[in-house]
């Protein structure tokens, strides 16, 4: 036990932060990851049941409860049952849990799955996210919208996509429609404008040129002002 946390420690400080090859097997690094996010985005975490885990990380409950079974063994995660389920936490008095905690917490890259979840969605013209919703650390953002989206999207696969990668954070984001939202750019609609200046927004996507588009807006709203 003491040989495993001293290597974890040196691998933090002085290897790659390749966390597969750290923890040695995706699915622990993945089970990981779930744990340690919910023990701090979560208000009321009583734990996660095995077929739960296997559905939230997307591994067979084979590889996952063998896991289980071998962090458990570490201390690294504690169980209880519940009406006969067994459900699994990180276990605060292990010797590397605030390690662990800043590992993850520092890793976990939210862009990744986002940048996944848009791929090859043909229907979508813009989307762009604010940086300040990416920061774990923060409750929230004080944004008009963290995620703003041009074109067709089932809002129910969103939002149960954003239940799942911010480990159920509150994420404001808007959908509209690219007629809606041309006419609502041509007469320099006061919600659009607003919502693309916001500091630190990154685009993800922009088949409209938007970006160049709304600095050349706001040079032209600024200069009739001075006027």
């Not at 009583?46 to 962090?71: A, K, Y």
């Not at 993850?104 to 986002?114: A, E, G, H, R, S």
């Not at 762009?128 to 995620?147: A, H, K, M, P, Q």
């Not at 990668?165 to 509150?170: A, I, L, P, S, Y």
Request: aromatic residues 12%; contains cysteine; neutral net charge.
């Amino acid at each position: 036990m003491v040989l495993y946390n001293e290597y974890i420690i040196y691998a933090v400080k002085y290897m790659s932060l390749d966390l597969v090859k750290l923890f040695w097997s995706r699915c622990r690094m993945k089970l990981l990851e779930k744990l340690v996010i919910e023990e701090v985005i979560s208000k009321n975490n009583t734990g996660f049941f095995i077929r739960e885990l296997c559905r939230d990380i997307g591994e067979q409950i084979n590889s996952v409860r063998r896991e289980l079974i071998n962090l458990e063994a570490l201390w690294i995660l504690r169980s209880h049952e519940e009406n006969k389920k067994k459900y699994y936490t990180m276990n605060k008095s292990c010797l590397i849990y605030n390690e662990l905690i800043e590992i993850f917490l520092k890793t976990y890259n939210v862009l990744d799955p986002i940048k996944e979840f848009f791929k090859g969605r043909k229907n979508l013209d813009l989307v762009t996210i604010s940086e300040s919703v990416l920061n774990f650390r923060e409750e929230g953002s004080n944004n008009i919208v963290d995620i703003f989206i041009i074109g067709e999207l089932d809002k129910i696969e969103f939002n149960n996509f954003l239940e799942k990668t911010f480990f159920g954070k509150k994420v404001k984001y808007a959908i509209m429609s690219l007629e809606d939202f041309t006419d609502r750019l041509e007469y320099n609609d006061k919600l659009v404008i607003s919502i693309l200046s916001q500091k630190g927004i990154i685009f993800l996507r922009d088949r409209l040129d938007i970006q160049s588009t709304i600095e050349d807006k706001l040079r032209a709203i600024k200069l009739f002002g001075k006027n």
